[in-house]
């Protein structure tokens, strides 16, 4: 089980370089950012790019991965997001991971301009946006024409470091996007059932999550593949748990451990921020950091 943590792109260089550190030191595995525009209660502060923050990140660490959690379509266009992932997977020696879903109706969906895309669009639009970034990451050359989206000689030279391309961490519950999930990601991303956050208890939670791991196993062995081959990440914050797994040490071992039985291979938790949803007590988050790896082996 492998553990890490979201940094909120909500400081200042010169302080949010400190924290990107600190989570190197601490040992987690990956430290990834939010990529949006602005964000729920956050979208009247300061709210900073997620590709220059990983870009600036890669460059006050070594070892420890970067990515988002998650990139989507709302904002973002696959010829343009592969050069930034190309360039980014290079400053950094080959350590990014993209998590990538259909995104949502919240501020990005309009910020463009654009009215919110139908659940049915956005599905429509994600299952043609994955295929054609996997291509542009592998392909030299790319040209395409689709319903969303064209490539008209796109051209990636010299492609990422990592090979065949940096990995996917594809974000997905409903069946359009676990079968993306299972024929392109690396990974596979929930927060769980967004159903029980408000009113559910944490036994209906993992019992729903456990659901979800069902239908990506299907989705799997439709398209022939073992699904142990796919990375399982769960991104806290949004079970009917909330913030208690992060009260102690015992209480994350206790929440990640039901999850590691679930198949899970990584969890990922949010770097603490005062006043916040994301509220937690430093010493403690930082014990769990340094102390729940070696007791979920």
């Known amino acids: 089980m492998r553990l890490s943590t979201v940094i909120l792109p909500i400081h200042r260089w010169v302080e949010g370089q400190k924290i ?77 991971t993209l998590g990538i879903g259909a995104g949502g109706t919240g501020f990005d969906a309009t910020a463009l301009g654009q009215e919110p895309w139908t659940p049915r669009e956005r599905a429509d639009r994600f299952g043609e946006f994955v295929p054609l970034l996997d291509r542009l990451l592998t392909e030299d050359s790319v ?19 990592q090979r065949p391309r940096l990995p996917f961490a594809v974000a997905a519950t409903g069946p359009r996007g676990l079968r993306l999930a299972a024929r392109h990601g690396q990974a596979w991303v929930t927060t769980g059932d967004p159903k029980l956050y408000e009113n559910g208890t944490p036994e209906q939670s993992v019992d729903a999550i456990r659901g979800q791991v069902e239908k990506l196993t299907d989705a799997c062995v439709a398209l022939g593949r073992d699904v142990t ?10 079970t009917p748990d909330r913030g208690r797994p ?28 005062p006043e916040s949803d994301f509220a937690a007590d430093q010493k403690v988050f930082e014990r769990i950091a ?6 979920l082996r």
């Not at 209480?251 to 770097?271: K, M, P």
Request: aromatic share 12%.
């Open 20 to 96: 990107w550190r600190r989570a190197e030191d601490l040992g987690f595995h990956a430290a990834y950012t939010y990529d949006h525009l602005s964000w729920r209660t956050f979208r009247d502060g300061p709210w900073f790019g997620a590709i220059p923050t990983l870009t600036s990140a890669a460059a006050v660490t070594q070892s420890m991965r970067l990515g988002t959690l998650v990139t989507s379509p709302n904002f973002r266009h696959p010829v343009t997001l592969a050069k930034d992932l190309i360039s980014l997977d290079d400053i950094s020696g080959g350590r990014v």
């Open 143 to 161: 040209s395409y024409e689709g319903n969303f989206y064209s490539a008209h000689e796109a051209r990636n030279i010299p492609g990422c470091v």
């Open 229 to 238: 081959t796919l990375d399982k990440i769960l991104l806290t914050g949004f």
């Open 246 to 273: 992060l009260e102690s040490l015992d209480a994350f071992v206790d929440f990640a451990g039901r999850h590691q039985a679930l198949g899970f291979t990584e969890i990922v938790i949010h770097w603490p921020v």
């Open 290 to 295: 340094m102390e729940a790896p070696a007791q």
